[in-house]
């Protein structure tokens, strides 16, 4: 049986003041819920999380890193940098990366084997864009995105990774995928894995993120194939965020 994870994705938002009081709502409610949780601040946020979050059920994540280990590259962070500050998780190749800052598939593959080689558990998002959608192209681009990350790191590595399905049309938009609509994707992908490996394809958590609230959260929640969620906008709310929890529960 594969445990729901529900992640929260800051995206560019919060305080020092705003996140103390997400952080302790957040780990106070943890114990009574049946997910793990993870949390996704900004980077210089992630000393106030770590020490937050320690002793707690929640673990950290960051939204972005480096793909390469360090040295001279002005802005960035590396894994084992990420992983000194406690992220036991880090968003990869999200669509506001891949679009706003355009990062290719092969750059995200070298940012997932990172992360991989700092001990971080990579959250692959993959998602079309609208117009990809309405010409048909969904499943063409979920398989490619998908398959630049077999191809350099192998499937086998998906055992100590996970999914999310971020349709781009339905992030920020309120527009979320119909439980039907994310089902067949979410299916599609664990498909793609389970031509490789049967076994690390059962196992593998495939996160739906896209404009998830505590009024839709359990329908999605309730396919076979979503094994909880990426949550942007309500994560930013703590009584949001705890109902999708609950819902994942
Ligand atoms: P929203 O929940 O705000 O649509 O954002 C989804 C997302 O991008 C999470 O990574």
Redesign the pocket.
């Known amino acids: 049986m594969r445990k729901k994870l529900v992640a929260g ?1 800051w995206k560019m938002h919060g305080t020092l003041m705003q996140n103390s009081a997400l952080l302790a709502s957040i780990t106070a409610a943890a114990p009574t819920l049946d997910c793990e949780l993870a949390v996704c601040p900004p980077y210089p946020y992630l000393a106030q999380a770590q020490l937050a979050l320690s002793g707690s059920l929640v673990a950290l994540g960051a939204q972005s890193v480096s793909e390469h280990e360090f040295g001279a590259f002005t802005g960035e962070v590396s894994a084992s940098m990420l992983a000194e500050f406690g992220c036991a998780y880090v968003l990869i190749g ?1 669509s506001e990366r891949r679009g706003i800052f355009g990062e290719s598939d092969t750059v995200v593959a070298a940012k997932f084997e990172a992360a991989q080689k700092a001990g971080l558990c990579p959250i692959l998002c993959l998602g079309e864009s609208l117009s990809e959608r309405e010409s048909g192209l969904t499943a063409q681009v979920i398989t490619r995105q998908l398959s630049a990350i077999l191809d350099r790191v192998g499937v086998a590595a998906m055992a100590s990774a996970v999914v999310a399905y ?1 349709p781009v049309w ?3 938009t309120g527009m979320t995928a119909s439980p039907a609509q994310a089902q067949e994707v979410h299916a599609a992908i664990r498909a793609q894995v389970a031509v490789l490996d049967a076994g690390v394809a059962n196992g593998l958590r495939i996160l739906y ?4 609230r505590p009024q839709n959260a359990e329908d999605l929640f309730g396919q076979p194939d979503i094994d909880g969620g ?5 994560a930013l709310v703590a009584d949001d965020f705890l109902k999708i929890c609950l819902a994942a529960g």
């Open positions: 994705n999200h971020e339905a992030i920020g993120g896209g404009s998830v990426l949550i942007g906008g309500a």
